[in-house]
């Protein structure tokens, strides 16, 4: 089922959200039970652009958040749309490009930070198969 959601994730970022002016505030949209929501929360590139945060989707699906990505802003974007850091359920990590991992960090330190989530369990994360390495690293 994961990777129905994630191949939705990826092909269906046209109408599924946009990003705002940094001045504006992201809404949420609203989810019946069994929706599929995709709200991207981060279309950029490398350069530091305050009007593109760096890569990050967001799916809510059967009850879970799955962030696909988490390039620079990415908590950002998901304090705006009423979404703590500490509710992200899973992490996908597709590549290792400085602007899907930029935020990394900040995603997994303010998740553990009270009143964005206080998680007293390990991050869960998958990525491509170096990951473990990697991760094991921090």
Known sequence: MLATIAAFALLSTGAAAQESEPSQ???APEAAEDDIVVTLL???TPDPRIDRFGASILVNAAGQNLLFDAGRGAVIR???IGV???AIDQLFVTHYHSDHI???ADLWLTSRLPPHGNRQTPFPMTGPTTARCWLARI
């Open 25 to 27: 505030q992201i809404i």
């Open 42 to 44: 981060g279309t950029g």
């Open 78 to 80: 998901l304090e705006q």
């Open 84 to 86: 703590s850091p500490g």
């Open 102 to 104: 930029n935020g990394l």
